[in-house]
């Protein structure tokens, strides 16, 4: 019975999603200008945009935001390619220390096209078992249970986060060091081998043990019943151990690293699921200056290699760079279903000081990698694939598919500066004072996500084939990649990600800072045509996308509480479709619901709200740049219902999360019903708003960007505490579609 009642669920969802699409997707595909990103398909005219036919081969949808308002850096993501097609995605972001303190737990299981919190306190936004942390975090997934893996860290010790719903709750295993209480973690990360040929679930929590601040020891924690809480102490890198005198790198110790004043950064563990089951982490080393705090060249990159379920560890040397600096910031690395590892990380091409003094932050920064076929014991010479001037790029992260086939991902600059330079001069040199004769200006640089492709590296040669995948700029100026150290910009943190799905397509969040108040959003983007890491494998998933004719549709039945708790389909909750049009100065909304909004409505499906919110969120070129909404408003703590537009530059009471902050107010009609109505939504109706672009402090021309249907359910005022950008309420999403955008005829800075 529940088999067909799965069924017939699906029928109606996918039906309701054919009424209100297109029946013809084809036609032209276009991309917004000069990236691989997705405008529109099966379109008859552009719907007022420019744009350009498909020359590319990899093409990514516009980016979505894993939260329409949490903040969130440094995101990793993980895929369940072994769940039979199912992909579905995790990603996390860490909100930081203290107050609060915890990260964000996002998944998606729609291919990446929309993001949920999971079950989370409404006010907060944190999943309800989580323990404290917010330092760092990662995720992994488990290839045999599909069980999901959320490690967040407090400062002293951690918490790994497990899930066997999907990530929907979690119970945590406090101590996921498996060392003794207080002990001084930096940057944890996880991997799961769940295929081992001895029946072992091994889960992986590495890490760089600060206790002895002097002499650091790269860490491993290790579970053998599949990350079980209390088991976290199965290997024999403990409490006992980790300060045991260092033995040279080819001797085998308990932890990957001992005692080691010379390591830097060590970044993810990495197992080899198809071939060895050997363990892998990629670290640093630099002359240890001030030990456990400053450092200097000569600079080596380094692996630990375990062959035996992390009960030993040996390690060797992937390259000698001298001078160059490659702490910008983690060394990443991935193995293919050969055995061949890859190992990429971000150099410095100056010296290692200038004329003032300094730290090897020098000169601009190129993105490498090296391969190994011998299972780590020797390397090819490192390849340097942004070799050409005039372009920084920094955070690279690599996935590999079958032997010699990867994908990877990073950050480019428009300019040959040194993320780390906070100013220049007139003529665009690094200056290191802002007040001096040299008239310090900030940096210019403008960044963007590039993604890059081979199906040959395993050979000496950078081949490797890059596009941009970001509609608009992530990041305007400084990145400082010193860490903890930062004295500047470090609001995109420290790393970007991807992982790629049962197709072999790749899956890639990141950071962006592209707004009014600097707050750190994390966007996603997936690959839906072009060349999988997997022999034989096609990525077609272009014409089964939502976006057609400049709009987006979305399915029947997916609306959430604002606990994160599944409603199906409550009443005027339910988003079905979002378009956006311009007339001149004039935007106007059209936002399809399965009922008329109101603020009964939001509180009969919103678990304690006053009222909701219906619209739309988007990027554009502004003065300054933002996230924007247009949307109508129905809570009677603010007074009548009225359509309003504005910024997502508000700030909770919490501290947690952007709110809407009005600028000024819209004009709506009333929601005019669908005929004929999609199956599942009898009542569906489509309600317009219009508002000034200018008003909002949009640029003339400008594009809008990501462009998201929400609804959301609102919980007290949205006016702000005078004098401040702090709201008296919060907001939580019910329901979002897929984002969509619409190229503009300015430039985008």
């Not at 000069?34 to 719907?47: E, K, P, R, S």
């Not at 924690?221 to 151990?241: K, L, M, Q, V």
């Not at 554009?620 to 408003?633: L, M, Q, R």
Request: a negative charge; aromatic letters at 8%.
């Amino acid at each position: 019975m529940r088999k067909i009642t799965l069924l017939l669920a699906a029928v109606v969802v996918a039906a309701a999603t054919a009424t209100l699409a297109r029946a013809d997707a084809s036609g032209p595909l276009e991309l917004v200008d000069g990236t691989a990103v997705l405008l529109d398909q099966g379109g008859g005219g552009n719907g007022g945009n420019t744009s350009s036919t498909s020359n590319y081969t990899n093409i990514f949808t516009p980016s979505a935001y894993l939260d329409y308002h949490r903040f969130g850096g440094e995101p990793s993501v993980v895929v369940d390619r072994f769940a039979g097609g199912n992909d579905a995605a995790y990603s996390c972001g860490p909100l930081g220390v203290g107050y609060p303190g915890f990260s964000y737990f996002f998944r998606s299981n729609d291919l990446g096209a929309t993001w949920r919190l999971p079950t989370h306190d409404p006010i907060f936004g944190r999943a309800v078992v989580e323990e404290q942390g917010g330092g760092d975090c990662h995720v992994a997934v488990g290839q045999t249970t599909h069980r999901v893996f959320f490690v967040d860290l407090s400062g002293p010790d951690e918490t790994i986060n497990v899930s066997d719903d999907g990530g929907q709750t979690f119970v945590s295993a406090p101590l996921g060091s498996g060392l003794s209480p207080g002990t001084i973690d930096d940057r944890p990360w996880l991997a799961v081998d769940e295929l081992r040929p001895d029946g072992t679930k091994k889960v992986y929590d590495s890490f760089i043990d600060y206790t002895d601040i002097a002499n650091p020891t790269l860490a491993v924690a290790i579970s053998n019943e599949d990350g079980t809480p209390g088991t976290y102490g199965d290997g024999p890198c403990n409490a006992a151990t980790v300060n045991v005198p260092p033995a040279s790198d080819a001797t085998p110790t308990a932890c990957p690293d001992p005692f080691d004043k010379m390591l830097q950064v060590a970044g993810p563990t990495v197992v080899d699921l198809y071939r060895t089951h050997n363990v892998y982490i990629p670290f640093i080393r630099g002359t240890s200056i001030i030990p456990g705090l400053t450092a200097g060249p000569p600079w080596s990159l380094w692996i630990a290699r375990s062959s035996d379920g992390g009960n030993t560890w040996t390690r060797s040397q992937v390259a000698v760079l001298g001078d160059h600096n490659p702490s910008n910031i983690f060394p990443e690395m991935t193995v293919d279903k050969g055995g061949n590892l890859y190992f990429t990380w971000s150099q410095s091409q100056g010296p290692i000081e200038d004329t003032s003094g300094g730290s090897g932050f020098f000169g601009e920064q190129d993105v490498y990698y090296a391969f190994s076929t011998t299972l780590g014991a020797t390397w090819s010479k490192p390849i340097d694939l942004t070799n050409e001037s005039g372009d920084s790029a920094v955070f690279p992260w690599m996935v590999a598919g079958d032997p010699g086939q990867v994908d990877l991902v990073y950050y480019r600059a428009n300019t040959g500066l040194n993320s780390n330079v906070a100013f220049v001069d007139a003529n665009g040199n690094p200056c290191s004072d802002p007040n001096s004769e040299c008239g310090g200006r900030p940096n210019t640089s403008v960044w963007n996500v590039y993604f890059s492709q081979s199906q040959n590296a395993l050979n000496t040669g950078p081949n490797f084939k890059s596009v941009q995948i970001t509609d608009h700029p992530n990041h305007l100026g400084q990145i400082c990649t010193l860490g903890l150290a930062c004295s500047g910009d470090r609001s995109l943190a420290d790393f970007i990600s991807v992982d790629v799905d049962h197709l072999g397509a790749a899956n890639v969040v990141w950071t962006d800072t592209n707004n009014s108040t600097g707050d750190g959003r994390i966007k996603f983007a997936r690959q839906i045509a072009g060349n999988s890491v997997f022999t034989g494998q096609n990525i077609s998933l272009q014409s089964t996308w939502p976006i057609h004719d400049h709009s987006v549709t979305d399915p029947v039945g997916d609306v959430t509480d604002a606990a994160g708790l599944p409603e199906g389909s409550c009443a005027g909750m339910d988003v079905l479709k979002a378009a956006t049009s311009r007339s001149g100065d004039l935007l106007t909304l059209a936002l399809t619901l399965n009922a008329p909004p109101s603020s009964t409505a939001a509180i009969a499906c919103g678990a304690g709200a006053t009222g909701g919110l219906w619209g739309a969120e988007f990027w554009a070129s502004g003065t300054p740049n933002d996230n924007f909404y247009i949307a109508y408003k129905d809570n009677p703590p603010d007074g009548a219902a009225s359509a309003e537009a504005g910024r997502l530059s508000g700030l909770s009471p919490t501290l947690t999360s952007n709110e809407f902050k009005m600028v000024e107010l819209a004009t709506a009609t009333p929601c005019i019903a669908v005929t004929p109505a999609p199956l599942g939504a009898p009542t569906a109706c489509t309600i317009s708003i219009t508002a000034s672009l200018t008003g909002l402090g949009i640029k003339p021309g400008a594009g809008l960007y990501s462009v998201t249907g929400l609804s959301t359910y609102l919980f007290g005022s949205g006016m702000a505490i005078p004098d401040t950008r702090v709201a008296l309420g919060v907001s939580n999403q019910a329901d979002s579609t897929a984002a969509l955008d619409q190229n503009g005829t300015g430039t985008t800075p």
